[in-house]
């Protein structure tokens, strides 16, 4: 395991690391959940195996610090994590981000062109939600106020989520979570969508092929986005069938 401060306050982003060639790979998880735990078997495939692997948590979540004074939004989750791969000596890399992941890894490669060099989006979030109350995920998570969240809205959450995204959900800053959240339903200006459809990067976008194309998918690939299929899988993908997600992940890597 490896850190970084990456607030000049003594927060310390953290992640585990494998070694090997260049370009670094940098795995990046979802809203409440962490790298080692998502990506560690997906990582260490042959198909994947070889390259420098960074499995980053951001902050607020996993094995990173939770600091309640940082604001949690894309924005500045991307700076943060750029912050860890430049003291990690990172440039270049190719990016995984799975759901907000993905988010973060298209608003790093904006704001930090030389540390992308590809990316690989795991059903991620590229446009503003609706919050929700009862929904799962985020736009359920951002229906409450911090204020109602921490006083008991959590706990409702946690009964939604489930036993699997709770273990990890559990290990996140309860600012963090509801903070994460709200900014990703809220998005960034312009959207990750805009932003991602103007990065030059070779980029991929792998979705569940049950849920049919994702929206605006034509648009995607008319701005060179590889569009993914990923058969007999949820929005987990790189849980749910490793093996397809390795192939597919393989070949947007080239």
């Keep these: 395991m490896r850190s970084a401060d990456v607030t000049g306050r003594g927060d310390r982003i953290r992640w585990v690391e494998f070694p090997g060639r260049e370009p670094v790979r940098v795995y990046v998880h979802g809203l409440g959940a962490t790298s080692p735990g998502y990506f560690a ?4 495939d042959p198909l994947l195996a070889g390259h420098r692997s960074l499995l980053v948590d951001l902050l607020g979540h996993g094995l990173s610090d939770r600091p309640t004074s940082f604001d949690y939004s894309l924005e500045s989750h991307a700076d943060a994590l750029a912050s860890a791969l430049t003291a990690a000596g990172v440039s270049g890399a190719e990016v995984i981000g799975h759901s907000m992941g ?20 795991v059903d991620a979030n590229l446009d503003p939600l609706t919050p929700t109350r009862g929904a799962g995920g985020s736009r359920g998570i951002a229906a409450y106020s ?36 709200t900014h990703l339903v809220r998005g960034t200006s312009p959207t990750m969508r805009e932003l991602l459809l103007d990065l030059a990067v070779p980029r991929a976008f792998l979705f569940p092929e049950a849920d049919g194309p994702p929206p605006g998918g034509d648009a995607l690939v008319a701005a060179g986005v590889s569009v993914v299929p990923v058969p007999d899988c ?20 080239g």
């Design 234 to 253: 949820g929005h987990n993908i790189m849980l749910d069938n490793p093996g397809a997600f390795v192939r597919a992940t393989a070949a947007a890597l």
């Design 146 to 181: 911090e204020r109602e969240y921490l006083a008991g809205g959590w706990a409702e959450v946690r009964e939604l989520a489930g036993a699997h995204w709770w273990s990890t959900m559990r290990l996140a800053g309860r600012e963090a979570l509801h903070r994460s959240a």
């Design 41 to 44: 078997e997906v990582a260490v």
């Design 102 to 121: 993905g988010s973060v890894a298209v608003v790093l490669a904006a704001r930090h062109p030389a540390l992308v060099s590809r990316l690989v989006l």
